[in-house]
């Protein structure tokens, strides 16, 4: 479970692939309730049956292609939250169980990142008590999956309702023990600052996932190069219980530098996280943005990938 910190870093896949390759069914909540009890389940069973065998062509498809951390899609089984669904998912525990099995002996790792709708900062109590059971189902599919109940199976999250940190802390503190142990916190473009975040995962002792592009978009920076970034990585790596395990986030903005919203490829790289072990990369173009990178200079050994060249070939493309 260790990375190798002579090694470059491992770059993650998001969810799905750009290709085909990678990609999942669903079926709306709508659709759903349309049909009987009965024909609830069936759609379920054979929407679970596919998705389990379209994780595995993911885990096939990251072992072929040397990718080592993958983020599992948090819709991986629709509404297994709901009492139709949890029936349903319990049918397929063994086969589950091999899935995840089979990851955890490729050295593949498996993280999640629910949806915007968990909210645990909320000040609606619904919305909280939503929100633990949306994670407690995550937590289950973890487990189920025969992953450690730690940060290495991480399931991040968002700080969600800004102004809330007191109720961040006590609420993380009263999670299951299967949802707690594997919690970390991402700091975001808007709510919460990467020092608010770090200053939260201390309190409630969970790692924090650092975002650079969140950063430097609430911070309103230019440069991946702003000392603040070294700065805050190097304090994040300490609240990762084992350091190797530490977990960041890239990104480039789409259209200009500060843009919230993703670029196809990453052009621009923080210099600081040529020493992260494990990044995963948030571009549309998933796996391509992945092999530019490892085609570049990530590493030490082929020089470093310019922080300013994004803007510059965002720059030129526009002028």
């Not at 290709?19 to 024909?39: E, F, G, H, M, W």
């Not at 389990?52 to 072992?63: G, K, Q, S, V």
């Not at 196809?264 to 998933?286: G, H, Y």
């Not at 530019?292 to 030490?300: A, D, F, G, I, V």
Request: contains cysteine; neutral net charge.
């Amino acid at each position: 479970m260790y990375a190798n910190r002579n090694e470059c870093p491992q770059l993650g896949l998001v969810c799905v692939t750009a290709s085909d390759a990678v990609r999942y069914r669903t079926i709306t909540r709508k659709r759903l309730l349309q049909l009987d009890p009965v024909k609830q389940k069936g759609a379920l069973r054979l929407l679970y049956a596919d998705n389990l065998a379209r994780l595995d062509n993911a885990i096939d498809y990251c072992h072929a292609h040397d990718i080592r951390l993958y983020r599992m899609t948090s819709s991986l089984f629709p509404f297994a939250d709901d009492p139709v669904g949890e029936d349903v998912l319990d049918e397929f525990r063994e086969a589950i169980a091999a899935k995840g099995q089979r990851a955890l002996d490729l050295g593949i790792r498996l993280v999640l990142h629910p949806d915007q709708f968990v909210v645990i900062s909320s000040d609606s109590p619904h919305v909280v008590e939503n929100s633990i059971k949306i994670l407690e189902t995550h937590a289950r599919v973890m487990d189920m999956l025969t992953q450690p109940r730690s940060c290495w199976a991480a399931i991040e999250i968002h700080g969600g309702k800004s102004g809330r940190s007191e109720q961040l802390v006590r609420v993380i503190r009263q999670l299951p023990e299967a949802v707690r142990s594997r919690l970390a916190l991402e700091n975001d473009e808007y709510s919460y600052s990467a020092l608010e975040i770090l200053e939260i995962c201390r309190a409630a002792r969970v790692p924090m996932v650092f975002d650079a592009h969140h950063h430097i978009v609430h911070e309103k920076l230019q440069s991946y190069e702003d000392p603040s970034i070294a700065e805050i990585l190097r304090a994040a790596r300490e609240t990762w219980p084992v350091p190797e395990w530490q977990l960041v986030h890239i990104s480039n903005g789409r259209e200009y530098f500060n843009d919230r919203n993703h670029s196809d490829l990453i052009t621009a790289m923080p210099s600081a996280f040529s020493n992260v072990p494990w990044i995963e990369v948030e571009a549309k173009q998933k796996e391509l943005a992945i092999e530019k990178l490892r085609c570049e200079s990530l590493s030490k050994r082929k020089g470093k990938i310019d922080p300013k060249a994004g803007r510059k070939a965002r720059t030129s493309h526009h002028s």
